[in-house]
């Protein structure tokens, strides 16, 4: 393990834990993907996760969800075991997820998929649940696209839903998988603004990403992944210098 | 931060309305018909209802609740026997039995489902079609329904035509208010929210906070009653129920076939589809097995060439709703 400190959320601006993650691990037959991971993600922070491909990432997040159920350990959102909820509970208390490989309800428009969203994970009804989709939609860049067939969208448009439905619903605790890749510099850009706002606003994020230095200009902390295991994390600038994450992720022998 | 939108949204256009105002006037004008129309084109309407509904039912399964079963007939018998066992052997009368005839198919449908959930995609067809073949053949070794020979609506004869007449179009009228209509308010409530995101994507829509278990359950159930309300009303008709005719497996292939050419998934593909197939069947029936390798050739290339049915087709040339589920975003 890389000899960094500052792995406690609690070491920024004091704040307590919103999700902490407690041993867990998950197989798929005899391959391991998840290890015995533990980390905190404190309330409000932007929490980075990264590693090469085949690292476990997304499992991680399927994991916090409760996509998939983990062979040991537990996931503490708020202080409240999850182990044994369902992901639609999950939902419900706040945890709000987009897919690496966007899943739009395709025959719905663009703003009904927020609306699914808004009113089963965000608990909106009427008129609020539509200002709110509709605001929503505008601040992800969607909003000339409200009533389009999500089928219809392009991969950029249907990777800016799985954030907007997200949002949509109005998470504590928001996990995004791999949202930037294929970005322009400048949309990179807009989309951290978006994510440092939503921040703002009191959301903590959990964000994988590729694009170094989207992650980069946002994470508050980041974790790094290999083979089911945490390399190192801390600070992103830490992080980025340990020698261990050169060799595993960057190829860098040191 | 930015300022609240007061969105507008829209959920009717002007083709919906003119088609909810039409379907509603034909369907109050069934129970009228026997103060008109003949005796044939009344069985025709009655069988034509039953029809509707049974494949709505069948489109709320499979196009909504993602579940396909071929054995929907398990519950198009059961109604149809709860009716004769209530009034041949409980002496009930027999329009007060019909409506009584659907508690039969829940209290089936309920621990098969429990069975039957834990069956995935083909599993689960092959599950629905055992249950049926299994209740088939349970009902032909019943001496108190008379085995295999069936049972006849004798408590019928105390009615005259005509009042059997005013008697089923009111059924039937009642039968297509529930199904068509009941499923069509389902689908603009909130569940029906649901209901349209789990037939895009059942595992997104249960990361955003959808009971899809509950939602799946509740969906067999109401299939389950709704077709076994439309068995009963259907062998009410027909005054004679055997094992046979009651779980004739050939009542799936009417599904799929009507929900599939017509559009699976919309509530308006079932209607267009149960018109096709049921003129289709008056004007072509009697060239026998040459017609239903047609029919079953159409299904095929509907199924390739245009899987949103003959529904889908026409929203593509005129994209006029009958009956609109969605929400439409206008800004205020």
Same mark, same amino acid.
């Given at each position: 393990?890389?000899?960094?400190?500052?792995?406690?959320?609690? %070491?920024?601006?004091?704040?307590?834990?919103?999700?902490?993650?407690?041993?867990?691990?998950?197989?798929?037959?005899?391959?391991?993907?998840?290890?015995?991971?533990?980390?905190?993600?404190?309330?409000?922070?932007?929490?980075?996760?990264?590693?090469?491909?085949?690292?476990?990432?997304?499992?991680?997040?399927?994991?916090?969800?409760?996509?998939?159920?983990?062979?040991?350990?537990?996931?503490?959102?708020?202080?409240?075991?999850?182990?044994?909820?369902?992901?639609?509970?999950?939902?419900?208390?706040?945890?709000?997820?987009?897919?690496?490989?966007?899943?739009?309800?395709?025959?719905?428009?663009?703003?009904?998929?927020?609306?699914?969203?808004?009113?089963?994970?965000?608990?909106?009804?009427?008129?609020?649940?539509?200002?709110?989709?509709?605001?929503?939609?505008?601040?992800?860049?969607?909003?000339?696209?409200?009533?389009?067939?999500?089928?219809?969208?392009?991969?950029?448009?249907?990777?800016?839903?799985?954030?907007?439905?997200?949002?949509?619903?109005?998470?504590?605790?928001?996990?995004?998988?791999?949202?930037?890749?294929?970005?322009?510099?400048?949309?990179?850009?807009?989309?951290?603004?978006?994510?440092?706002?939503?921040?703002?606003?009191?959301?903590?994020?959990?964000?994988?990403?590729?694009?170094?230095?989207?992650?980069?200009?946002?994470?508050?902390?980041?974790?790094?992944?290999?083979?089911?295991?945490?390399?190192?994390?801390?600070?992103?600038?830490?992080?980025?210098?340990?020698?261990?994450?050169?060799?595993?992720?960057?190829?860098?022998?040191? | 931060?930015?300022?609240?939108?007061?969105?507008?949204?829209?959920?009717?256009?002007?083709?919906?309305?003119?088609?909810?105002?039409c379907g509603l006037l034909l369907v109050l004008a069934i129970p009228s018909m026997p103060?008109w129309a003949s005796s044939g084109h009344i069985r025709w309407a009655v069988e034509l209802g039953c029809f509707i509904a049974i494949a709505q039912m069948w489109n709320?399964?499979?196009?909504?609740?993602?579940?396909?079963?071929?054995?929907?007939?398990?519950?198009i018998?059961?109604?149809?026997?709860?009716?004769?066992?209530?009034?041949?052997?409980?002496?009930?009368?027999?329009?007060?039995?019909?409506?009584?005839?659907?508690?039969?198919?829940?209290?089936?449908?309920?621990?098969?489902?429990?069975?039957?959930?834990?069956?995935?995609?083909?599993?689960?067809?092959?599950?629905?079609?055992?249950?049926?073949?299994?209740?088939?053949?349970?009902?032909?070794?019943?001496?108190?329904?008379?085995?295999?020979?069936?049972?006849?609506?004798?408590?019928?004869?105390?009615?005259?035509?005509?009042?059997?007449e005013?008697?089923l179009t009111l059924l039937v009228a009642l039968l297509l208010l529930l199904t068509v209509g009941?499923t069509?308010?389902?689908?603009?409530?909130?569940?029906?929210?649901?209901?349209?995101?789990?037939?895009?994507?059942?595992?997104?829509?249960?990361?955003?906070?959808?009971?899809?278990?509950?939602?799946?359950?509740?969906?067999?159930?109401?299939?389950?009653?709704g077709t076994?309300l439309a068995g009963a009303i259907y062998f009410m008709a027909q005054?004679?129920?055997?094992?046979?005719?009651?779980?004739?497996?050939n009542w799936?292939s009417i599904c799929?076939f009507i929900v599939?050419v017509g559009?699976?998934?919309?509530l308006e593909g079932p209607i267009i589809g149960a018109l096709l197939y049921f003129f289709a069947t008056r004007l072509f029936g009697?060239?026998?097995?040459?017609?239903?390798?047609?029919l079953?050739?159409?299904?095929?290339?509907?199924?390739?060439?245009?899987?949103?049915?003959l529904?889908?087709?026409?929203?593509?040339?005129?994209?006029?709703?009958w009956?609109?589920? %969605?929400?439409?975003?206008?800004?205020?």
């Amino acid at each position: 393990m890389a000899g960094l400190t500052d792995a406690s959320p609690e %070491g920024h601006a004091g704040r307590a834990a919103l999700l902490s993650a407690r041993n867990l691990s998950k197989s798929f037959g005899a391959l391991r993907v998840t290890q015995d991971l533990s980390f905190e993600v404190g309330r409000g922070e932007v929490f980075g996760v990264l590693g090469p491909n085949g690292a476990g990432k997304t499992t991680v997040f399927n994991l916090i969800s409760g996509d998939i159920a983990a062979d040991v350990g537990a996931v503490v959102l708020d202080g409240q075991d999850m182990t044994g909820i369902p992901a639609f509970k999950r939902a419900a208390k706040g945890i709000g997820r987009t897919y690496q490989i966007p899943r739009p309800y395709t025959q719905m428009s663009t703003f009904e998929n927020l609306l699914v969203s808004a009113t089963f994970a965000g608990q909106m009804r009427g008129q609020a649940a539509y200002d709110h989709c509709a605001t929503t939609l505008d601040e992800c860049g969607l909003g000339d696209k409200a009533n389009r067939p999500a089928g219809s969208l392009t991969l950029l448009d249907r990777k800016r839903l799985e954030l907007a439905r997200a949002m949509a619903g109005k998470p504590k605790l928001l996990l995004l998988d791999e949202i930037a890749g294929g970005l322009t510099d400048g949309e990179a850009k807009d989309l951290v603004t978006l994510i440092a706002r939503l921040r703002d606003r009191g959301v903590t994020i959990i964000w994988i990403e590729h694009v170094l230095h989207a992650i980069m200009a946002v994470a508050d902390r980041m974790m790094v992944l290999s083979f089911g295991e945490k390399i190192a994390e801390g600070k992103p600038d830490a992080v980025m210098r340990d020698a261990e994450v050169r060799r595993v992720y960057m190829g860098i022998e040191a | 931060m930015t300022d609240p939108h007061f969105a507008t949204v829209h959920r009717h256009t002007s083709s919906s309305r003119i088609a909810i105002g039409c379907g509603l006037l034909l369907v109050l004008a069934i129970p009228s018909m026997p103060f008109w129309a003949s005796s044939g084109h009344i069985r025709w309407a009655v069988e034509l209802g039953c029809f509707i509904a049974i494949a709505q039912m069948w489109n709320l399964l499979a196009g909504y609740g993602g579940m396909v079963s071929v054995g929907q007939q398990a519950f198009i018998g059961l109604g149809g026997y709860a009716l004769f066992v209530l009034v041949t052997l409980f002496g009930v009368d027999p329009f007060l039995a019909v409506p009584l005839s659907v508690i039969l198919p829940a209290l089936v449908a309920a621990p098969a489902y429990m069975l039957l959930r834990r069956l995935d995609g083909p599993y689960f067809a092959i599950g629905t079609w055992v249950l049926a073949e299994v209740l088939r053949l349970i009902t032909s070794n019943i001496g108190a329904v008379n085995a295999g020979s069936g049972m006849t609506l004798k408590a019928m004869a105390k009615y005259s035509a005509h009042q059997r007449e005013i008697g089923l179009t009111l059924l039937v009228a009642l039968l297509l208010l529930l199904t068509v209509g009941g499923t069509y308010l389902l689908l603009r409530s909130r569940l029906g929210l649901a209901l349209t995101a789990m037939r895009d994507d059942a595992v997104a829509a249960s990361s955003q906070g959808v009971n899809v278990g509950r939602m799946r359950f509740s969906v067999y159930l109401l299939a389950a009653v709704g077709t076994g309300l439309a068995g009963a009303i259907y062998f009410m008709a027909q005054l004679r129920i055997s094992p046979t005719s009651g779980f004739d497996p050939n009542w799936s292939s009417i599904c799929i076939f009507i929900v599939m050419v017509g559009g699976i998934g919309r509530l308006e593909g079932p209607i267009i589809g149960a018109l096709l197939y049921f003129f289709a069947t008056r004007l072509f029936g009697q060239y026998g097995s040459a017609y239903l390798v047609v029919l079953g050739l159409l299904t095929l290339v509907v199924a390739i060439r245009a899987p949103t049915g003959l529904w889908g087709l026409m929203t593509r040339l005129r994209p006029w709703p009958w009956f609109p589920t %969605g929400y439409i975003l206008t800004k205020g």
